[in-house]
């Protein structure tokens, strides 16, 4: 089983590559039987999702603060 750090890192790279699809081939909205389809929301999501995880990647990354102090 791949650690949530591996799933983290597999769902970033899935939403990065719909990302990336949908900049390479833009498509137009559009309402199909009363149900719309919008291209531009479906972007914004999924930047928004992607914040979200480099959040949540970012909480599980240890870090190192150097500080200084004076007297």
């Known amino acids: ?3 949530d750090a591996e799933q983290l890192a ?3 790279s899935q939403t990065l ?3 990336v699809d949908l900049t390479e ?8 039987d009363g149900q ?3 291209w531009g929301e ?6 928004t999702k992607l914040e979200k995880i480099n959040a949540l990647i ?3 990354t240890p870090t190192e ?3 200084q102090g004076w007297s």
């Open 17 to 19: 590559a719909i990302l």
């Open 58 to 60: 970012a909480a599980q």
């Open 36 to 38: 719309d389809i919008k």
């Open 1 to 3: 089983m791949a650690t």
């Open 65 to 67: 603060v150097h500080s």
């Open 42 to 47: 479906y972007f914004d999501i999924l930047t």
């Open 10 to 12: 597999t769902i970033k």
């Open 25 to 32: 081939n833009p498509k137009p909205s559009y309402n199909v």
